[in-house]
């Protein structure tokens, strides 16, 4: 284990996998770095502010600076298998804030991503600037798969085993959403197209779809959309000649200054402001010296 290099605001200390054999607990110690459990196998029991959670296989929870650790793996059950990794620097903790692990700090999610956790051992071997910068970015890419599948555990039974859709349902919600990203790839330029389109086409209520979409991404499908508007307009504005009012039309919009909040609220700056400080160098038009 080692502290990160100063210079890095988001590093890595370590990484591990790790079994507590039944009956086996760490010795309780107050730790200064941000730590992520991912369960992989078995039944473990870790405390977060007084409350103890059973952490099942497919379970993430954290540590912050300043914590207790009190893990371990209770005598009744079976061995309790998982995947951790700590964080330093003045960025971990608001990193991990930031993807809204801040409460109950115990959630459940899906498999541990094991190559991931074995790529960040391998970077951590290299202890160069480079490898530490490597390691950084694959545990961000760790934790945020972590904040893609996490939901919490549930308040009122933390030890409550989590109920696992079927696989037919699984299988349901991954053709709704190629279905849902398919329509609004298809439409999303066409201004008259919108949720209640996408709903029609799949044979749906308005707000039975609008529920189904946010419990698939995360996100309503109004923000979806806007947010694949945006970054089309964006990648036309920065780019591309066009106009500004010709990117807004091939882009969804039909009113101008609507166009340019949402641009505002995406980039913070004016669709002009985006293109004079964003743009690439754009090839020269033909007759032009």
């Not at 209770?74 to 990794?85: C, K, N, Q, T, V």
């Not at 290299?126 to 545990?139: F, I, K, P, S, Y």
């Amino acid at each position: 284990m080692s502290t990160p290099d100063p210079s890095i605001p988001f590093g890595v200390r370590s990484t591990g996998h790790y079994r507590f054999r039944p009956g086996e607990q760490e010795r309780k110690m107050i730790k200064n770095f941000v730590q992520l459990f991912w369960s992989v196998k078995g039944t473990g029991t870790i405390h977060l502010k007084g409350r103890a959670h059973r952490l099942r296989p497919g379970m993430v929870a954290f540590y912050f600076p300043g914590d207790i650790h009190d893990l371990g793996c209770e005598a009744s059950d079976p061995s309790w298998e998982y995947r951790w990794l700590t964080l330093d620097g003045e960025l971990a903790l608001s990193v991990i804030k930031g993807f809204r692990f801040a409460n109950r700090r115990a959630y459940f999610a899906e498999a541990a991503p094991a190559a991931l956790f074995e790529r960040l051992a391998t970077c951590l071997r290299d202890v160069t600037l480079g490898g530490e910068l490597q390691a950084g970015a694959l545990a961000f890419e760790i934790v945020s798969l972590a904040a893609e599948k996490a939901r919490p555990s549930r308040k009122q039974t933390p030890l409550r085993k989590p109920r696992l859709l079927p696989s037919r349902r699984l299988d349901a919600m991954e053709a709704f959403k190629a279905r849902s990203v398919e329509l609004i790839q298809r439409h999303w330029a066409d201004p008259a197209y919108g949720i209640e389109q996408i709903a029609a086409e799949l044979g749906l209520h308005r707000s039975v779809f609008s529920r189904k979409f946010h419990t698939a991404f995360g996100l309503s499908p109004s923000n979806y959309l806007l947010r694949w508007r945006v970054q089309n307009a964006l990648n036309l504005l920065r780019d591309t000649e066009l106009s500004i009012a010709q990117i807004a039309r091939a882009c969804g919009w039909e009113d101008a200054n609507y166009f340019a909040r949402c641009i505002g609220k995406a980039a913070g700056m004016s669709p002009s402001e985006f293109r004079r400080t964003g743009a690439f160098d754009l090839p020269e038009k033909k007759g032009k010296r």
